[in-house]
């Protein structure tokens, strides 16, 4: 496999230094081929196994996704939607759910807690639990409504793309066990060029709109699909359309954050030209004396 | 499997149908998702409900549960009609031009030779015309009115589209797209596969379903090629291999057959399983009966099977009966007459028919033994769990012994896959307690009786006392010990005819070429001789190498028969012994021998022009689009209705289910009809879980937790039931309450006009393990199976639903 070990930081949350790098590292990629995907769950075990994930045995709630929902023990899941096409012939749409790993993560724009989350050099978004303050920004903060945050510890979690896995040259755990080839592993051009293979299979096979998801909204994803109906993500299961970083995010890390630094530059400027004109705020012997009737009317 | 799971990457059309391969066999759907992407193969999946395996197909058809034979005689129908077959493959391979007997003929929906009181048929009129020189007559030209292909043609000619869409629900549209398809691959360098499981075995009619699609693929030379093939996909690791060496009550080890109580001797045995061909100059490995079946005692027997005492056939059980089928046993249990049962791998109470008969019969054992890595529901048979196992334990007597068992990774051993494949592997674990191996439990129990009948005498303890067993360790033989016993070897010096030494005493045998009838060689399955040889251990090989790319890998492992990994490979080449795909040849004649990258299923060394036919199976040398008398309900395959079924048989209606199927007189009983329960039940596995094992493991129960049945959008509406609500899901012998999944991947088809509608359950829940308690599909499933192997139809029978109230926890 490549160099794709690296655990060079690239961003951190909350800090606007990171360390140089002295080395180049390419991106990494998942593709989740969803054409080839037969709803197996292989990979959803899989990450279980890997990452020592239990979650509680559950119901039968209407549909083949179990558990219902991501929580911080299942960090994948296999989503299932029945989708019939304007001439009411049926696809059954099924999609890897998980962290996209976006290019520019808003999880990690948005959490306020200093290394709670990183990105690494090869483009792998990563919680580091020993940071995380349980605030819950880097929920509100995702535009794929991916991480949870657990009652038991107050942390986030969600999918590492196996981090610990690939820093040692092996690919992650729900690659290795998927059964079809539907989720791949590799640089992130290679995998898009290998999508574009798929994508004109797919299309001579009459998916006249089918294609790769990467979405610019948050720089490109290193997890990416290919949907057969690439112009309409929402039909998987509410896959964004058109994802972007919340616009609350966005304005409290960004157009707030040098409104917020000049409102403190401001007050101590303000301060300082008040103590300039103003001179310090002195006791005067009428508040001494006020204040020893209040603590001798406080004795017994 | 005639081919390999690697093989389908070859096709250039898949159908599944009969089968949900995504669903229940994931890992070898890769070769499918292979074959669509190499080889822009085309997937067409035809099932009642859409599956996961529609969910990546090209084209989907429904098609109500039962009907399989309707819609491919429609098939062949088209393919006739259009002229969508290949002509010199059916000319020369298949017995299309064959001439039929007089007195044969079908007439509605019968066969000649039925008797109504036997509920059986006379089959002397299903077969040949003979001619002077006592071979089959035939017509080349395929002009004769009685040639195999015309009568084809007339059967088959009810079947038309209209009649395919009134009988199967299919719409007309669908059916001729898939038809389409499949005629694609008539082409002589097109392959289509076919692959099916439990979805065509699980019904009375199983073995025709199977037939009916056999000759499809006869009709577009799809047999015998790379890409082709008629492809099983078995259920179980290793439920091949248990095949394989015996597991049908009726057969032994190699797929030789118990006598019956009316051959007494040896001779009448081997009377009428000796060869005759019935054109001239075939060749059959039949024709070898003898040589395998003295081998097979000599193994069994040793020195105790010699000439004089016919090789001790008189210790050979004699069947009276056609089988002793488990459905057969459940029988005789509930009457009482069986009471002792062992019950190895295998946990009844979940997964035959008509749970509460299966837990009345096993009530009325004196003992039960169960041999089992995990906890069955079968073991603990006479647990009161209220609805989901009401019983009464203080009226059971039956004495309950679990012995568990190791499981794979545990042991060292060979499990046969769906390729035939014999795959060594390699102990990864201890067993936890005191679990012992089944060698070890089934030496004990053999150890014991021996020791008792030494002591004791009865009746006739010979075949006991005379059992070789001169194994290394006789406590617990092993796996590699029980391996060379079944390739087998030489018992004395082996000469031939010039006197030359062909194999030493004791040598472990290259194949069952060198197997013989006069006692000088053993083997304990013939069809296993080549997996431990001189030359070691040939199912542990792991060399990938694969010869053009083409899945072969013929030195991964070892597939039976002799390595072979392409069943009636010859028929890949033409007549004239050229490759009918120049792109995917697997052996081609070069003049002087057969080569190619697979060991030919033919003389290798037999001319072209000698004209033997590359089924070489068979008498005729030819594959059979007529079965003469070989399936108990008619040479050609015929449409007929489930058991339960909501509508008459369209085609014949005096004749609706299968007439030779057998049922028992309380079975009958508890037949249901329409007006109570007016859908169609049809059951199935989820890939999440494997049968009724993985539920004991936590991942799997995450991953699918809890019961339920799938009903269509439509009669959810009907009903009044919401998606995830109770329901109580009834049929005649039982009722369950579970969760109801109203989902559009079922639909109601129009069936002669009538809307009809399929309920779908999983199989997987019961009252033990990690996943939430269940019933178990088997409450609802009537006692009935196929005419020829008996199966259970669990696939199509009658059930009703409504509402059901919450259960109390």
């Known amino acids: 496999m490549a160099d794709f070990q690296s655990l060079d930081v690239l961003r951190r949350s909350a800090s606007t230094e990171t360390t140089p790098q002295i080395r180049a590292h390419p991106e990494v990629a998942k593709l989740i081929d969803v054409s080839r995907c037969i709803g197996c769950k292989a990979c959803q075990a899989a990450c279980m196994e890997w990452n020592d994930l239990r979650d509680d045995v559950g119901y039968f709630e209407g549909s083949y996704n179990n558990p219902g929902d991501l929580d911080p023990s299942t960090w994948t899941l296999m989503r299932f939607t029945e989708w019939e096409d304007p001439k009411g012939n049926l696809e059954w749409l099924i999609r890897k759910d998980g962290c996209m790993h976006c290019a520019e993560p808003g999880c990690l724009e948005a959490c306020p807690s200093p290394g709670a989350i990183v990105q690494y050099a090869n483009g792998i978004v990563d919680f580091i639990s020993e940071n995380c303050i349980g605030c819950g920004y880097c929920v509100k903060g995702c535009p794929f409504n991916i991480p949870r945050i657990s009652q038991a510890d107050h942390k986030a979690y969600k999918c590492t793309l196996c981090s610990d896995r690939v820093a040692v040259g092996m690919e992650p755990a729900c690659v290795k066990a998927c059964p079809t080839g539907a989720i791949l592993f590799g640089t992130k051009s290679d995998m898009t060029a290998w999508a574009g293979e798929r994508v004109e299979d797919l299309k001579s096979r009459g998916f006249d709109e089918a294609g790769l998801y990467d979405p610019a909204g948050v720089g490109g994803t290193h997890v990416m699909y290919v949907l057969h109906h690439a112009d309409t993500p929402s039909i998987y299961a509410g896959l964004p359309d058109q994802p972007s970083i919340s616009p609350v995010v966005q304005a409290w890390k960004g157009v707030m954050k040098p409104i917020a630094m000049a409102g403190l530059a401001f007050t101590a400027v303000v301060g300082f030209v008040h103590w300039m004109v103003a001179g310090p705020n002195e006791v005067q012997p009428e508040d001494e004396a006020r204040g020893r009737d209040v603590l001798n009317e406080k004795q017994p | 499997m005639t081919n390999t799971w690697q093989d389908i990457k070859n096709a250039n059309v898949i159908l599944v149908m009969g089968g949900n391969a995504a669903e229940a066999h994931p890992c070898g759907f890769k070769w499918v998702v292979e074959a669509k992407m190499h080889n822009h193969a085309r997937l067409v999946v035809v099932d009642p409900r859409f599956t996961r395996t529609a969910s990546v197909a090209d084209l989907y058809a429904p098609i109500r549960p039962g009907t399989d034979i309707a819609f491919l005689n429609g098939v062949m129908r088209y393919l006739i009609g259009k002229d969508a077959i290949q002509h010199e493959y059916v000319a020369s391979f298949t017995n299309a031009s064959l001439i039929v007997k007089e007195g044969f003929g079908f007439q509605d929906g019968l066969f000649s030779g039925f008797s109504p009181e036997k509920n059986d048929y006379d089959r002397s009129s299903w077969d040949y015309e003979l001619g002077e020189d006592g071979f089959v007559k035939s017509d080349p030209t395929l002009q004769h009115p009685r040639c195999v292909y015309n009568l084809l043609k007339q059967h088959v000619d009810r079947y038309t589209p209209e009649m395919v869409e009134r009988v199967c629900g299919t719409p007309q549209d669908k059916f001729l797209a898939v038809c389409e398809l499949i005629a694609t691959t008539a082409a002589p360098d097109k392959a289509l596969t076919s692959m099916y499981a439990l979805g065509w075995t699980q019904h009375s009619v199983g073995s025709q379903n199977i037939r009916a699609m056999a000759m499809v ?593």
């Open chain 2, 217 to 809: 693929q006869l009709l577009l030379g799809n047999i015998g090629v790379a890409g082709g093939g008629m492809n099983a996909l078995r259920g179980h690791s290793n439920i091949q291999g248990l095949t394989d060496v015996g597991l049908l009550s009726n057969l032994m080890p190699g797929y030789l057959n118990l006598p019956k109580d009316s051959e007494p001797s040896f001779a009448d045995y081997m009377k009428t399983r000796a060869f005759r061909p019935l054109r001239p100059g075939q060749t059959s490995f039949w024709q070898n009966y003898g040589k395998f079946i003295v081998s097979l005692q000599k193994s069994n027997y040793g020195a105790v099977a010699t000439a004089d005492n016919d090789w001790a056939y008189d210790y050979l059980p004699k069947l009276d009966v056609p089988t002793y089928d488990i459905l057969r046993a459940f029988e005789l249990m509930a009457q009482g007459k069986i009471n002792g049962y062992i019950c190895q791998g295998f946990n009844p109470l979940q997964s035959f028919p008509n749970k509460k008969k299966i837990r009345a019969a096993l009530g009325k054992l004196k003992f039960l033994v169960v041999m089992d890595p995990l906890e069955t529901e079968t073991a603990s048979f006479w647990q009161n769990h209220g609805d989901k196992n009401p019983s009464d334990p203080s009226k059971i007597a039956t004495e309950v012994f679990v012995l568990p068992t190791t499981c794979f990774a545990e042991e060292d051993g060979s499990l046969t896959n769906s390729s035939r494949w014999l795959q060594w592997h390699w102990k990864a674990a201890d067993a936890p307690g005191e679990a012992k191996s089944d060698i070890a439990i089934m030496s004990g129990l053999f150890r014991r009786m021996r020791a008792m009948y030494a002591k004791d005498g009865g009746a006739f303890p010979d075949p006991i006392l005379n059992l070789t067993w001169n194994y290394t360790n006789p406590i617990e033989p092993g796996p590699d010990e029980l391996a060379r016993e079944m390739n087998g070897k030489a018992l004395v010096e082996v000469k031939d005819a010039s006197g030359a030494v062909t194999l030493r005493a004791g040598q472990l045998l290259d194949g069952f070429a060198q197997l013989r009838d006069d006692g000088t060689t053993a083997s304990g399955c013939w069809i296993y001789s080549g997996c431990w040889t001189e030359r070691g251990n040939m199912m542990a090989r792991r060399d990938a190498t694969d010869p053009r790319d083409q899945g072969l890998a013929p030195n991964w492992a070892f597939a039976w028969p002799v390595n072979r990994r392409i069943l009636y490979n010859r028929a890949s080449a033409d007549p004239s012994g050229k490759p009918w795909n120049p792109a995917k040849p697997l052996i081609q004649w070069n003049g002087s021998a057969w080569s190619g990258i697979d060991v030919p299923d033919y003389g290798p060394a037999v001319k072209p022009e000698a004209g033997v036919g590359p089924f070489i199976m068979l008498a005729e040398g030819m594959a059979r689009l007529f079965a003469r008398d070989q399936m108990r309900e008619g040479p050609y395959p015929e449409h007929y209705e489930p058991f339960e079924s909501p509508v008459p048989n369209l085609l014949h209606p005096k004749v609706g289910p299968n007439p030779v199927a057998r049922v028992f007189a309380g079975d009958r009983a508890d037949f249901g009809t329409a007006e109570q329960f007016p859908y169609v039940g049809t059951t199935y596995r989820l890939t999440e879980h494997f049968h009724f094992w993985t539920k004991h493991a936590k991942i799997n129960a995450i991953l699918q937790p809890e019961e339920f049945i799938e009903i269509s959008e439509v009669l959810a509406k009907e009903k009044g039931i919401a998606q995830g609500e109770w329901v109580r899901l009834s049929s005649n012998r039982g009722f369950v309450v579970c969760k109801a999944y109203v989902t559009k991947r079922l639909k109601p088809m129009l069936v002669d006009g009538k809307p009809i509608h399929t309920i779908g359950m999983p199989i997987h829940w019961g009252f033990t393990g990690a996943a939430r308690k269940g019933f178990g599909a088997n409450v609802l499933t009537p006692f009935v199976g196929d005419a020829n192997a008996e199966t259970p139809e669990f696939k199509a029978f009658l059930v009703n639903v409504e509402k059901a109230a919450v259960p109390v926890a």
